[in-house]
């Protein structure tokens, strides 16, 4: 893992793969492997928020500029930012694949529900 992580670290944050890297955990989450099903690796930052410091005095209890955290986790933002690249197709999935001390690396599970091979899976049905 350490020496593909060499080479993610160089590639884009969005990567369109042909296979998943975890096989047994994509088809747990419901990932076939046939026409219609891709598979997505993004790229996410790690850590905490920062709220811009204030300009104007007051005393550093409240400042606010410290401790805060996002609504959603870092796996949503993976998925709604590969969905928001690849509009035509459905997120099935989201499944944790890496991390180091600056990125978290997910893989994302697409459908699209318009394939003719896709098209009686049971995902579309429970839409």
């Known amino acids: 893992m350490r020496e593909r992580m060499i080479t993610w670290r160089k590639q884009p944050t969005v990567v369109k793969l042909e296979r998943p890297t975890k ?11 046939k026409q219609g099903f891709v598979v997505v690796r993004t790229k996410i930052r790690k850590g905490g928020m920062r709220k811009i410091r204030p300009k104007s005095g007051r005393r550093p209890k409240h400042l606010g500029v410290t401790k805060y955290t996002t609504a ?44 003719p091979v896709t098209k009686s899976d049971s995902y579309r049905k429970a839409q």
């Open 23 to 33: 096989l047994a955990r994509a088809r747990a989450l419901g990932y076939k492997a």
């Open 72 to 115: 959603q986790s870092l796996k949503q933002i993976a998925a709604q930012r590969v969905a928001k690249k690849f509009k035509n197709l459905k997120v099935i999935n989201t499944y944790y694949v890496w991390e180091d001390g600056r990125h978290k690396w997910y893989e994302v599970i697409l459908q699209d529900p318009d394939h």
